[in-house]
C-alpha cells in the first residue's frame, strides 16, 4: 500500500531519473505536481492508486520514419511522432507540431498538459501530440504535400474518429491538414472527422481558425472581471504573428484594447498608437496566405522594427504570449512588473518558465495559465467534432456563444479550485487541480488498467 504522502521533491527526482534529457517535460510536470500534491495528499485514495504516476507516463509513443522526395529528385528523411498521452475521458486529442526543433521532449510536455487542458474544456476529450522535425519554411506546396501525405501513410494506422483525433499547431494550419486529410481520406475510403481545423468546405468548423486566439482574450476578459478591471482602452502586447496570436490581436482590438506591440522569430515591431484594422488585415494576409516575415510589415507601413527586442520590454497592461514554450523568462517577467503590467495570458502552451511564472504571481500580476487560457482552440476542435458526427454546420454566432460559455466555465473552475483563503485566486493551481480532478476520478473508476 502506498498511502503515506507524496513528497514534491521525492516525485520529480523519480520522474527526472525515469525520462532523463527531457527537461520541458519536467518541467510541465514540476508546474503541475505543485498544485496537485498538496491537493492528492489529502485524498489519500489518489495516492494508493498512484495516480499522479499514472497520469505522468504516456499510454503509448509511436515513433516513424518519413521519407519524402523533394522537387530536385533528392530523398529526404525526417521522423514522424504521436504521443497518446491519456483517453481516460475522451479519444486522444491534441495538435500536430511541424518544427524542426521538434523533440520527443518537447511532444510529451504538450501531451501531458494537454490532458488537464482537455478535461477543464468540459467536452469528453482525452490527449495526445505529435509531429515531426520537418520544417515547412522554405518548402514548395508540393514539397509540403509530398510530406504529408507520407506521414499520414504511417499516422493513419494510429488514428481514428473515436481512437485519436489530430488537429494543428505550430507550423500546421489549413495547407498541412488539407494535405494529410486527403491521404486519410484515401487510404481508409471514409469521410469522417478524423482531423480537426479542416477546410469548411469538407467537414471544418467555422471560427476553429479564431478559436485559441478569441477564447484567450474571452479568459482574460472574465479573469479581469473577475478583479473589476477590462482589457478596452489597455495597451496590449502580443508575442508571435501565426494562428493564436493574430486571432488574439484581433479579439483585443474589436474589444477596444489597444495592440502596440507583435513579433515573429525574426523579431519584434512598434506601434505606439496600437494597431489599426487595415494593417491587422495586411498581417494576417502577410502570414496567413503569402508566408512572409514581419519586416516587411514595418517596412509597408514604416513602423519599428527590432530585431534584438522582444515585445516584454515595450511598457504595457496587459501582455499575451502567443509564440513559443519559455519565450518569456524571468528578466522579461521583471521587465514586466517594472513597467506596471496588470495582466499576463499564456495563448502558447508554457511560454513562462516556472521561474517567470512565480515572479509574476509573486507580485500580484494576474496571471492566465495555458491550460485554461488557449483551451478555446481544442475546445472549438471538440465542437467540430460534434458538427462531423451530427452532419450539419452550426453558425458563427451559435459557435462563438458556445465558445464564450466555455471559457466562462473554465474560468469559473479556476476560480472555484484556485481560491486561497484570504488571498488572490491562483488560477494556475485552480486549472491543474481542477484538470486533475476529472481524469483522476475517470482512472480511478476504471482500476488498475
Ligand atoms: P504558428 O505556427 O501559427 O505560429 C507560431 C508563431 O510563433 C509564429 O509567429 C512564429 O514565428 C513564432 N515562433 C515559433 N517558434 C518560435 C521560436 N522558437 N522563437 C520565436 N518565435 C517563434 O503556431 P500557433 O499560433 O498555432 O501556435 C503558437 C503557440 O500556441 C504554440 O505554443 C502552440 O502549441 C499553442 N497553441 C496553439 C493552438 C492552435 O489551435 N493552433 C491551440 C493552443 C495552443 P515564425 O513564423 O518566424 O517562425
Ligand atoms: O495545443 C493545443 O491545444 C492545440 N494545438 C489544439 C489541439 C486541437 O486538437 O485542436
Redesign the pocket.
Known sequence: MFTSKLDLNDFMSGLVKRNPYEPDFHQAVEEVAESVIPFINQHPEYIQERVLERMTEPDRIVAFRVCWEDDDGHIRVNRGYRVQFNNAIGPYKG?L?F?P?LTLDTLKF?GFEQTFKNSLTTLPLGAAKGGSDFNP?GKSDREVMRFCQSFMTELHKHIGAHRDIP?????V?GREISYMYGQYKRLENEFQGVLT?KGLEFGGSLIRKE??GYGNVFFTEELLREHNLELAGMRCVV???????LYTAQKLMALGARVIAL????GSIYLPEGMNAEQLYWMIDL?ENRRG?IAEFAEHFGCVFNEQVSVWQYPCQAAFA????N?LDLDDAKTLIKNGCKVVAE???M?ATLKASHALRGAGVLFAP?KAA?AG??AVSGLEMTQNSMHLSWSVEELETRLHSIMRKIHSQCVEHGHVEGGPVDYVRGANIAGFKKVANAMLAYGVV
Do not use: F, Y
Open positions: 495538435g507540431r518544427s526543433s504538450l519554411k488537429a494543428g499547431d505550430i507550423g494550419g481545423g478559436a485559441t508575442s508571435g504573428t501565426g494562428n493564436v496570436a513579433s515573429d522569430s525574426s502570414k516575415r502567443c509564440a513559443t514554450q519565450e495563448g502558447a502552451n511560454p495555458a488557449n482552440g481544442v
